[in-house]
């Protein structure tokens, strides 16, 4: 389970949040940590997670599956993860994103996985093209628009 502090040093990041939604205050963040631990004991196999750096067991972020926010599309799931910015760039969303696809096929009858990021978050979009997923089309998300993504098993 994550804990409270690490839980709002990534959804109370500006610079984490710019591609996924706005930062939370700290009593906000309480409260959508509260909801996930809801939503995990509703569906044990989906949630957020907290992760940990193995050499230094040191916090580098959260990852998540979770249900994508598309009132047409709710019961799809999507991939996810937010890293402090100290853990970008060493290879932790390839890595999430590989296990996480793993962990997902393993445990869902599902054969797609789906994944959404913004127009100008780049970097996602690498990593998840190079995990194997591809573009399913542009969607508006709240106020933006995102890019879609898919892989089927």
């Known amino acids: 389970m994550m804990m409270p502090c690490f839980f709002f ?3 109370g990041n500006e610079e984490v949040m710019q591609h996924i939604r706005k930062a939370l205050t700290r ?10 631990i809801q939503f995990y004991k509703q569906n044990p196999r989906l949630g957020r997670w907290c992760v940990m750096e193995k050499a230094t067991n040191c916090f580098v972020g959260s990852f998540a599956l979770v249900y ?6 709710k019961y799809k799931i999507q991939i996810g ?13 390839t890595e999430l994103t590989m296990a ?3 962990y997902y096929f393993a445990n869902q009858a599902s054969k797609t996985l789906h994944a959404i990021t913004t127009l100008e978050n780049d970097a996602s979009k690498k990593v998840l093209l190079k995990c194997g997923f591809t573009e399913n ?3 508006q998300n709240g106020a933006g628009m995102v890019q879609r993504f898919i892989l089927k098993k």
């Open 9 to 11: 040093r990534v959804n």
């Open 81 to 93: 993860y937010a890293l402090v910015p100290d853990a970008w760039g060493k290879g932790y969303a």
């Open 68 to 73: 994508l926010p598309f009132e047409d599309e």
């Open 100 to 102: 996480g696809i793993n």
């Open 137 to 139: 089309g542009i969607k």
């Open 27 to 36: 009593t906000e963040s309480d409260k959508f940590l509260e909801e996930n």
